[in-house]
């Protein structure tokens, strides 16, 4: 299966690539509330709509919840989804 990283150190995800996420999980699920660079924006007491947020995360992509996966049309968000990678590896050896 092939591997495309992206370092969010050297560059953020597009506006596209988020609105997938965000079309799938919603907004909140993509924001990392317990990420070291979120809370020192202060960002905890923002009530931001979703295109705020969106924005914010394509200009400071370390408080995005890691790691956003895409395998074609299929995502998933955190380490909690190694299950769903292993039916995605198992699916491409058919």
């Given amino acids: 299966m092939p591997v495309h990283f992206v370092d969010l150190n050297e ?12 079309q ?4 909140d699920a993509l924001v990392d509330r317990s990420s070291k660079r979120f809370l ?4 905890g007491p923002s009530r931001y709509g979703p295109e705020r947020w969106l ?3 394509m200009d400071e992509p370390l408080i995005l919840m890691q790691p956003l996966v895409r395998n074609q049309n299929k995502l998933t968000i955190g380490g909690a989804s190694d299950v769903e990678w ?5 699916e491409g050896i058919k």
């Fill in 11 to 22: 560059r953020g995800a597009s506006k596209g690539e988020l609105q997938r996420f965000v």
């Fill in 24 to 27: 799938k999980f919603g907004i």
């Fill in 40 to 43: 020192e924006l202060g960002l």
């Fill in 55 to 57: 924005d914010i995360l």
């Fill in 86 to 90: 292993k039916a995605w590896v198992a």
